[in-house]
T-cell receptor
Framework: AQSVTQLGSHVSVSEGALVLLRCNYS??????LFWYVQYPNQGLQLLLK??????LVKGINGFEAEFKKSETSFHLTKPSAHMRDAAEYFC???????????FGRGTSLIVHP | DAGVIQSPRHEVTEMGQEVTLRCKPI?????LFWYRQTMMRGLELLIY????????DSGMPEDRFSAKMPNASFSTLKIQPSEPRDSAVYFC???????????FGNGTRLTVT
């Protein structure tokens, strides 16, 4: 079985501050992990993915995530937040040969000027 | 590039009416998914198809919901009769290999009054 927990339904930061969005997963086998972003009135778009290569994954718009097996985590970070980063962020996991991802509940990122 | 076109973008209807949501995958997929997104329940998987065949419809809330995929380039989600609690954003998404992400359409926002 696979599951995803995103800690914090809302995260608020100031423009220019560090962004940290947390994701913990549960999987009995090595997982594939994904972060998606959803802007208002749009569908989910892929930010980055981990597929068992490098543990530090770089994505679009300056985001990156690090896979930590010992902590079963895949937290999303960005050194300096921009106003345009305000959106909903979803972590997802695929494992055990399943083509069906399990999504977290999402974290809303709020960026203050 | 894989892509998904959904129509209509917005649908407002009265309780009891039939609603049909449409999805046109552009290319490059073996799987097609229908999701529903609400504030209360987040992102819910309703049904998915593999090579145009429905595989798992256990997420379909009631018999009022049905989905078809007559060919690789077209799928529909029908609600008959519609109820106010069906109000949500409905997404179509496509996927291919096990380690690949999903590609989402921009969704249909359904309001049932």
């Amino acid at each position: 079985a696979q599951s995803v927990t995103q800690l914090g339904s809302h995260v608020s930061v100031s423009e220019g501050a560090l962004v940290l969005l947390r994701c913990n997963y549960s999987s009995s086998v090595p997982p594939y992990l994904f972060w998606y972003v959803q802007y208002p009135n749009q569908g989910l778009q892929l930010l980055l993915k981990y597929t068992s290569a490098a543990t530090l994954v770089k994505g679009i718009n300056g985001f990156e995530a690090e896979f930590k097996k010992s902590e079963t985590s895949f937290h999303l970070t960005k050194p300096s937040a921009h106003m345009r980063d305000a959106a909903e962020y979803f972590c997802a996991v695929k494992s055990g040969g399943s083509y069906i991802p399990t999504f977290g509940r999402g974290t809303s990122l709020i960026v203050h000027p | 590039d894989a892509g998904v076109i959904q129509s209509p973008r917005h649908e407002v209807t009265e309780m009891g009416q039939e609603v049909t949501l449409r999805c046109k995958p552009i290319s490059g997929h073996d799987y097609l998914f229908w999701y529903r997104q609400t504030m209360m329940r987040g992102l819910e998987l309703l049904i998915y198809f593999n090579n145009n065949v429905p595989i798992d419809d256990s997420g379909m809330p009631e018999d009022r919901f049905s989905a078809k995929m007559p060919n690789a380039s077209f799928s529909t989600l029908k609600i008959q009769p519609s109820e106010p609690r069906d109000s949500a954003v409905y997404f179509c998404a496509i996927g291919s290999s096990y380690n690949s992400p999903l590609h989402f359409g921009n969704g249909t926002r359904l309001t049932v009054t």
